[in-house]
């Protein structure tokens, strides 16, 4: 039977592959409880529906609680953000726009997915059964009498449901957008030519380098009108621009002084220790391993002193003081070749009557196949593979130092039994288990409180106003301020660890704002805020510099192109003061040929050309460029029948890859969690 904390596990594994395709989604009505005091702010908004701080939080603590994810770091928190967001923009942008659309999950589809007459991966995901891969009907029908009873079943259930549906609905709109994708004859044979088809023959350019930009005026005009016909783009997401600096915390000679001596002594106390074990335990730096290892397994200098019974250290290396002593020494296998059999912790009576039978004769690979939980290795006969002796801890240590071929042990361990089978012991070997005490060099105290408070003296004068005291500032601390722009839902600092503080702080922020000291990592930062750009365009101020470039080139190429004269390739160069060149084994799904270099628009200028004529101009990203096509090679490896195969697979892939994606733009939305969470 399916139970709750089965359904549980599985979720989370339904849960990523939604989160995958975008089909995150826990339909679920929730009241707002959160009240802020009557003020419960906008984090965000989606297809013009606003989504507050309390229903983010709620969704948030929802989706956590479900799938039993842990905000261990922040990695993970952002995991279960970006979870919570997809969930978000399933509720506002997906669900309203399937039910427009008319598609629906009939009772006889949900009869033909819960039979498994037809796949779904959110229910093979839920009710697969672990020995056979294969999707379990019964198991459904099990979960469903245990649902009659339990309200939190009935929950589980009701969230399975949705999911299946909003799958179905999903899948069913790829459909009918891959159904429009298709390739025609024109493409295919293009396609085909592109593949087959190489050019050999000479060219004539002049790059704009060569020409002085003097020679021309570039107006305010010419500028906003260029920038008024290309607005589009230009189109950005809104985003914060700050600088900062960082006040390093290193330790000192004083620091590094201090820390030796302190190592030194506990190297001695820990050396003398009659119970190392408990001696390490009770160092806020120490640690028990948990295998044992070998002579192999440890430098010259370790092995030398562990395996004599001696204390190793304390050393430096790798930046951090480390003595050890070894705690126990077995004689053991140095690797161990195995087959097992994995049970749950409630089948012992079972795990007790194959351990009779297995070491009476039984078949091992046969009983592993009929009964081991763990389908991976059962449909191989359980075979686990050969293993070094130090791979293993707990009790698999115990029950398997003194192995030999043949023997059959069993092994509890957390939720299940496993009954192990030995097919091969190796050499027996001297493994040591080791306490480690390892010191990391870092600041004291004194230097960090020093540090802090010139990172406090840089806030005072930094206060005095504006970017230009920020940069005095940093220049009487003697430290470098460094930019950075925050794209609307970042949350972090590209280039800067663990700053989420900083990056919540800047979204709060108004320009000119000088940020608290904060710490990130081992060191501390402080930020102000040199601009916020919320506009949907870069403006054209930001933009000037790339649009009078551009300018220049085009300007640059009429200039060239009047200097051209001449028809014939010969009569051209000439014009231009060069020569003209070859070039061979040219094809039109390059964007680089030899000599002009990085030129996409001439290489497909070439693979449309006529054979034997010369050009018209080109206007290139380098330069103005003329050719003659002298011979085409057609190595009609790819037929037209491929070439169909290969680009309706291509569509319909970047179909699947952009329609989400699509859908989102349009509902224009907005994340604005970064203050907050």
Known sequence: MASLNTLRTKFGIVLSLIIAFALLAFILSLKTEMGFSGNDPKVGVMAGEKINYSEYYNRYEQIKSQTGAQESDEQQSAMLANATWQSLISTYVFEPGLERMGLQLTDAERLALLSGEQFSQTLYNAFADPRTGEYNVAAVGQFLEQADSDPAAQTAWQRLCEQLRLESTMTKYFGLVRGGAYVNKLEVEAGRKAANESYAGQWVGKRYAEVPDSLF???????????????????????????????????????????????????????????????????RFGSIAENFVTERQLTTEEAEALLAGKSYGPVLKNNQWTMARALQTKMAPDSLGLRHIVLSYTQEALADSLLTALRGGADFAEAARQHSLVAETAANGGEVGVMPFSAFTGEFIEALANAKTGDIVKIASGDAIQLMQVYRAGKPTKHVQVATITYPVEASSATRRTVHSQAGTFTVNAKKGGAEAFAEAATAAAVTPRTAVLVQGDRTIRGLEDSREVARWAYGAKKGDLSEIFKVGDDYVIATLTDINDDDYAGIREVAPQIRQQLLRDKKFDYIKGQLKGSTLEEMAASLGTEAADFADASYGAYYIA??????????????????????????????????????????????????????????????????????QMAEIEDLRGKYF
Do not use: C, W
């Open 217 to 283: 005026e570039v107006s305010s005009g010419e500028i906003k009108s260029y920038y008024n016909a290309h607005k589009s783009a230009y189109k950005r997401t809104p985003s914060r621009s700050l600088s900062y600096v960082v006040f390093e915390v290193s330790p000192t000679d004083q620091d590094m002084e201090a820390l030796e001596k302190e190592v030194r002594m506990v190297g001695e106390e820990f050396a003398a220790a009659e119970d190392p074990k408990s001696f390490a335990r009770g160092n």
């Open 595 to 664: 000599g002009p270099g990085l030129e996409p628009r001439l290489i497909g200028a070439i693979a449309s050309a006529e054979k034997g004529k010369v050009s018209e101009p080109v206007k290139g990203l380098s330069g103005l460029y003329v050719f003659r096509v002298d011979s085409v090679s057609d190595s009609g490896q790819q037929s037209p029948e491929a070439e169909q195969v290969r680009a309706q697979a291509v569509l319909e892939s970047m179909v699947g890859q952009y329609a989400l994606q699509a859908v989102q």
